[in-house]
C-alpha cells in the first residue's frame, strides 16, 4: 500500500522560507513521476512542481527560480525546498506520485491526476 505523508508546512511572513517533506512508503514501481500540488479554498487545485525517473524537473511559471524539487537518494522523500515565499503562495500542499504517467508535465498531471496522493500539509504566508 503506497503512502505519502507531507510535514514541513507553517507560517512565515514573506520574503521567508519554508521546506515540505514528503515521506513515501509502499513505493515498489521502477518508474515515477512525482510533484508537489497546493489548493486554496474555492479554488482548483494547481501544479506547483514535478519530477520524474530521469530527473527531470519541471515547475509553474508562477514559482520559477524560487522553488525547488528534489528527492533523498533512496527516492523515499520528496522535498520542495520554497524561498521568497509570498501571500499568494498560501495553500494546502500536497504531494502525489503516480508510476503510469509518462509524461510529468504540470499541464499532463493536471489533466491526466495522479494515482497517489498524500493529506497535505498547510501553509501561510503573511505580508
Known amino acids: 500500500q503506497v503512502q505519502l505523508v507531507e510535514s514541513g508546512g507553517g507560517s512565515v511572513q514573506a520574503g521567508g522560507s519554508l521546506r515540505l517533506s514528503c515521506t513515501i512508503s509502499?513505493?515498489?514501481?521502477?518508474?515515477?513521476?512525482m510533484g508537489w500540488f497546493r489548493q486554496t479554498p474555492g479554488k482548483e487545485r494547481e501544479g506547483v512542481a514535478t519530477i520524474d525517473t530521469d530527473g527531470r524537473e519541471i515547475y509553474a511559471d508562477s514559482v520559477k527560480g524560487r522553488f525547488t524539487i528534489t528527492q533523498d537518494n533512496g527516492k523515499t522523500t520528496l522535498y520542495l525546498q520554497m524561498n521568497s515565499l509570498k501571500p499568494e503562495d498560501t495553500a494546502m500542499y500536497y504531494c502525489?506520485?503516480?508510476?503510469?504517467?509518462?509524461?510529468?508535465?504540470?499541464?499532463?498531471?493536471?489533466?491526466?491526476?495522479?494515482?497517489?496522493w498524500g493529506k497535505g500539509t498547510p501553509v501561510t504566508i503573511s505580508s
Open positions: 509502499g513505493y515498489t514501481y521502477t518508474t515515477y513521476c
Open positions: 502525489a506520485a503516480d508510476p503510469y504517467n509518462v509524461d510529468c508535465s504540470i499541464i499532463a498531471t493536471m489533466r491526466y491526476g495522479m494515482e497517489y
